[in-house]
């Protein structure tokens, strides 16, 4: 009877261990499927919340390049409101009509130099840039007014324009701002 009694009880030891083992097996069951669900939730939060983080990382570096790239085509608007008391220290708008006597003549005529690209590839052309001479003779400004079509040309042009000399432009006897538009030619020999 003991034999049996022994074989009773570890047949029930043995159950109660494999109920002990199965019933763990179901809590690591339930606790992966506990994980999957939450693991299921963080990520259908994170399909929402990291596209909202692009989006605004992608809107914060395009407004701070674009505050730091410097406004072309705004220096008209800057010019026109800024306010002077001396109608003379105004420069003329490069269309405005300047009414005078004589027209300026050239005295010094820098040569244009050809840029060795330029002149490497076979590259010609004209320029027509138009200068802004001052009440001594001298280019306050100058801009291309026409362009060749090469960024090289254009610089080159206005590069010699700056020191060309002239005499001023008189309007009643007294020397005035006046633009003067001349033609700069690249010419291959």
């Known amino acids: 009877m003991r034999g049996n009694c022994v074989c009773i009880g570890k047949r029930l ?84 009509f300047i009414p005078v006597d004589t027209e300026p003549v050239v005295t010094y005529r820098h040569p244009p130099e050809y840029p060795k690209i330029a002149e490497n590839a076979g590259i010609t052309g004209s320029v027509y840039v138009k200068a802004l001479i001052d009440k001594k003779g001298n280019i306050l400004k100058s801009e291309v007014y026409k362009s060749s079509g090469y960024v090289w040309l254009d610089e080159s042009a206005k590069d010699a324009t700056i020191q060309n000399k002239y005499k001023p432009a008189l309007y009643k006897e007294k020397p005035v701002l006046y633009w003067v538009t001349h033609k700069v030619d690249f010419i291959l020999e």
Do not use: C
């Open 13 to 96: 030891m043995m159950r109660t261990q494999s109920d002990k083992k199965m019933s763990w097996e179901r809590n690591v069951i339930m606790n992966n499927k506990i994980n999957i669900v939450q693991k299921s939730q963080a990520i259908n939060a994170g399909k929402i919340i990291y596209p909202i983080i692009l989006l605004l990382t992608v809107a914060f570096i395009t407004f701070f390049i674009l505050s730091a790239v410097p406004s072309y085509g705004n220096e008209n608007i800057a010019n026109k409101t800024k306010t002077t008391t001396n109608k003379e220290d105004t420069l003329p708008d490069m269309n405005e």
